[in-house]
Antibody, heavy 118, light 108 residues
Framework: EVQLVQSGAEVKKPGESLKISCKGSGYSFISYWIGWVRQMPGKGLEWMGIIYPGDSDTRYSPSFQGQVTISADKSINTAYMQWSSLKASDSAMYYC????????????WGQGTLVTVS | EIVLTQSPGTLSLSPGERATLSCRASQSVSSNYLAWYQQKPGQAPRLLIYGASTRATGIPDRFSGRGSGTDFTLTISRLEPEDFAVYYCQQYGSSPQTFGQGTKVEIK
């Protein structure tokens, strides 16, 4: 069974750093892209970027380029998203999701990680 | 980037009725790389349709998608109680991938 399991909810202060994770199982982790999607409270979905764990090829949406860093450790089937200095406006639910190619649909989603910056 | 505009914002219908959701793109979607997702409160989105018209695994046949170029439609032929949710379209043919703002299907 394909699963993406994300790290737990985080409460941080403005200016702090944060790294959240997404662990894949039940499939070949290095053969699929992992994307990250933001959902601010009561709002819609925003595509942030994707990474191919096989070679760490990473693409960002211009809206998020420079704001976050996406990475992956294929040895432990885990993708990450990190912030170096959080802002209150980073408060949101963050989902990781699997894509079979960089221009592909998203077929499996993690359960989401709620980040609160206050 | 491609902007997707969904309409209507909210659709108020009764169980058993037909729902028609629209997604219009600001420019042609490459290869009809258009997907639809359903999201219920407190849950992650779920893939319904990809390639504009192909149902994902396990999706009931009351869900259908059609369209090409810049105009796409998701139809739910007969609404079941579990279908009341928010629906998003997404284009994945051009980078950055983008989502529409969502259509909420609520019980009338």
């Amino acid at each position: 069974e394909v699963q993406l399991v994300q790290s737990g909810a985080e409460v941080k202060k403005p200016g702090e750093s944060l790294k959240i994770s997404c662990k894949g199982s039940g499939y070949s982790f290095i053969s699929y892209w992992i994307g990250w999607v933001r959902q601010m409270p009561g709002k819609g979905l925003e595509w942030m970027g994707i990474i191919y764990p096989g070679d760490s090829d990473t693409r960002y949406s211009p809206s998020f380029q420079g704001q976050v860093t996406i990475s992956a450790d294929k040895s432990i089937n885990t993708a990450y998203m990190q912030w170096s200095s959080l802002k209150a406006s980073d408060s949101a639910m963050y989902y990781c999701a699997r894509q079979f190619r960089s221009s592909g649909w998203t077929d499996y989603w993690g359960q989401g990680t709620l980040v609160t910056v206050s | 980037e491609i902007v997707l505009t969904q309409s209507p914002g909210t659709l108020s219908l009764s169980p058993g009725e037909r729902a028609t959701l629209s997604c219009r793109a600001s420019q042609s979607v490459s290869s009809n790389y258009l997907a639809w997702y359903q999201q219920k409160p407190g849950q992650a989105p779920r893939l319904l349709i990809y390639g504009a018209s192909t149902r994902a695994t396990g999706i009931p046949d009351r869900f259908s998608g059609r369209g090409s170029g810049t105009d796409f439609t998701l139809t739910i032929s007969r609404l079941e109680p579990e279908d009341f949710a928010v629906y998003y379209c997404q284009q994945y043919g051009s980078s950055p991938q983008t989502f529409g703002q969502g259509t909420k299907v609520e019980i009338k």
